[in-house]
């Protein structure tokens, strides 16, 4: 029986994997051997390549291509008409599909609409890609990436809230009280 929810207009491939509470909108494409963790919101008008790895609770928003070679884990956010790539050098007339470069999103991170996340770059857990900025590095936890190319501007915290540290390399969040600790350019919660 299935578990999950999916538009009529959706199309599934066989071999997917879609966990209980996953909700897949109007026109959006989930194609073979893809696991989609439970209750995921994949929107309107989305491309799930084969073998891509969704957590639970993953939000997609409408428009956005997942490729071969992405996971991501549990309560991650990609922004409306974000992209991922998978070959660092396309050319049309050359089948590159054995160079696919792996990309990695920790939890709880966000990317903001229409990032571009340069294959091969690893985004840390609870990071923050502002709206329009293209990954062309690994992304610390925490950091906030902003800009072409994106460069760090802070720390998040896993509320989503700006950290500001002291000289003591410690921060609160504002909305959640909780505390946070900055060490040789890492941050850990306390």
């Given at each position: 029986?299935?578990?999950?929810?999916?538009?009529?207009?959706?199309?599934?491939?066989?071999?997917?994997?879609?966990?209980?509470?996953?909700?897949?909108?109007?026109?959006?494409?989930?194609?073979?051997?893809?696991?989609?963790?439970?209750?995921?919101?994949?929107?309107?008008?989305?491309?799930?390549?084969?073998?891509?790895?969704?957590?639970?609770?993953?939000?997609?928003?409408?428009?956005?291509?997942?490729?071969?070679?992405?996971?991501?884990?549990?309560?991650?956010?990609?922004?409306?008409?974000?992209?991922?790539?998978?070959?660092?050098?396309?050319?049309?007339?050359?089948?590159?599909?054995s160079e696919y470069a792996k990309t990695n999103v920790g939890n709880g991170a966000s990317i903001g609409a229409n990032a571009t996340i340069v294959c091969g770059h690893d985004i840390g857990p609870f990071a923050f890609i502002g709206a329009g900025s293209v990954i062309t590095k690994n992304v610390p936890a925490y950091a906030l990436m902003v800009g072409n190319p994106a460069r760090q501007m802070g720390w998040m915290s896993e509320f989503g809230s700006r950290l500001e540290f002291d000289e003591q390399g410690q921060a609160e969040c504002k909305e959640t009280g909780d505390r946070y600790l900055l060490n040789n350019n890492e941050v850990t919660k306390l």
């Open positions: 029986m299935k578990e999950y929810f999916a538009h009529e207009s959706a199309y599934i491939d066989e071999g997917c994997e879609i966990g209980a509470g996953t909700k897949i909108w109007h026109f959006s494409h989930i194609m073979p051997n893809c696991k989609i963790g439970e209750g995921c919101n994949i929107g309107q008008n989305v491309v799930v390549s084969p073998q891509v790895i969704l957590g639970n609770n993953v939000k997609v928003q409408n428009n956005v291509s997942i490729y071969t070679g992405v996971t991501c884990g549990d309560d991650v956010f990609l922004g409306p008409s974000m992209v991922f790539t998978n070959v660092i050098n396309p050319r049309s007339a050359v089948n590159r599909k």
